[in-house]
């Protein structure tokens, strides 16, 4: 089974980061973030940080442009930009305030999916809400597991932590996440 004709066909794809195990789903479809969310244990949808190829395709997603050199900064690797969002972004993909969480991974897994398959990806850690980052395909939930359409193992991997979080939408950074 291919991991795009997986995630084109809406359906969801744990798999090994640049920084812990993952989910990963197409953000276009509600229906598969609906799914990712499920997984989580959340009760609703809710904003995920969604993967993109080029710094060219967040400016798409943003409306500030003046933010390209941040982006540049710190991507492709593992940190997530919060920016205010343009109206290219899904309404589910938005927070409360109008931002979208965005970010340009460093691992070729990632980056050949994204290729592959022309789509922006949702991505959250392959845990439950309140559960360790998992590291390896063993520590994750089963019921996780058992609820992800392709399982891709890349075996254990470095002890490390999820992709900080820095909100860039005002006049001065604020890490939301380290």
Known sequence: MAVSSVLESGDTVLYPSDTVYGIMADSSNPQAVKAVAEIKGYSEIRPFIVLVESVARALEL???????????????????????????????????????????????????????????????????????????TDSINPEVLKSASLVLDGGPLPDRKPSRIIDITGEKPIERRS
């Open 62 to 136: 943003t409306s500030e442009k003046s933010k390209e050199l941040i982006m540049k900064k710190y991507w492709p690797g593992p940190v997530t930009l919060v920016l205010p969002a343009s109206d290219a972004v899904h309404p589910w993909l938005l927070s409360d305030t109008g931002t979208v969480a965005l970010r340009i991974p460093s691992d070729p897994l990632s980056m050949k999916i994204l290729k592959y398959t022309s789509l922006e990806l949702i991505t959250t850690s392959a845990n439950r809400k309140g559960e360790p980052f998992p590291l390896s």
